[in-house]
T-cell receptor
Framework: DTGVSQDPRHKITKRGQNVTFRCDPI?????LYWYRQTLGQGPEFLTY????????KSRLLSDRFSAERPKGSFSTLEIQRTEQGDSAMYLC?????????????FGPGTRLTVL | AQSVTQPDIHITVSEGASLELRCNYS??????LFWYVQSPGQGLQLLLK??????LVQGIKGFEAEFKRSQSSFNLRKPSVHWSDAAEYFC????????????FGKGTRLSVIA
């Protein structure tokens, strides 16, 4: 399968614990995005990378959140000291940086439940 | 600021009936528009996109959408709905200048009845 993969698919944690999610993009894609989706809402942008450089972070990304993309391949999203409000689906997408049009391919998401 | 409005939270149609899902966007320049579909527990799958050219775009699974600049709309249509089309549909807008984060609407949930 050459699509975007995410691990784990589901994560249940207790409030105050740290969690880390992984995203493996399509291999030739140089752009990688993280979105968060809560119930009844569309995905909301968190952050994105071009290769290993983090280009933008949204206001949704509090100090407890950190994302990395070492070597421009896979990416990790870490949430420290989780809160119940962090419960959501975390979606990863990747795209190829091309002029004249692009498409973001999404992974299946990681569903986080904070108890 | 970019925004997308999907006025219908939930739509129910009979199998075989036609479908139109509404999408209005706010964007300061030429938009890059998408429709994605999400089945329960799944990621988003691209149905179609508009970048430039013909304002009527064809997508997968028999869907089409029409870009109307004067109405800031990009409505999704299908002439005959199948039960397997039941899902959540999201309209999104991006920058025409290149790869940027997408701004999504809140989605429209489609139910299909026999």
């Amino acid at each position: 399968d050459t699509g975007v993969s995410q691990d784990p698919r589901h994560k249940i944690t207790k409030r105050g614990q740290n969690v880390t999610f992984r995203c493996d993009p399509i291999s030739e894609h140089n752009r990688l995005y993280w979105y968060r989706q809560t119930l009844g809402q569309g995905p909301e942008f968190l952050t994105y990378f071009q290769n290993e450089a983090q280009l933008e972070k949204s206001r949704l990304l509090s100090d407890r959140f950190s994302a990395e993309r070492p070597k421009g391949s896979f990416s990790t999203l870490e949430i420290q000291r989780t809160e119940q409000g962090d419960s959501a689906m975390y979606l990863c997408a990747s795209s190829l940086d091309l002029a004249g049009g692009h498409e973001q391919f999404f992974g299946p998401g990681t569903r986080l439940t904070v108890l | 600021a970019q925004s997308v409005t999907q006025p219908d939270i939930h739509i129910t149609v009979s199998e075989g009936a036609s479908l139109e899902l509404r999408c209005n966007y706010s964007y300061g320049a030429t938009p890059y528009l998408f429709w994605y579909v999400q089945s329960p527990g799944q990621g988003l799958q691209l149905l179609l996109k508009y970048f430039s050219g013909d304002t009527l775009v064809q997508g997968i699974k028999g869907f089409e959408a029409e870009f109307k600049r004067s109405q800031s709309s990009f409505n999704l249509r299908k002439p005959s709905v199948h039960w397997s089309d039941a899902a959540e549909y999201f309209c999104a807008v991006g920058s025409h200048s290149g790869n940027t984060p997408l701004v999504f609407g809140k989605g429209t949930r489609l139910s299909v009845i026999a």
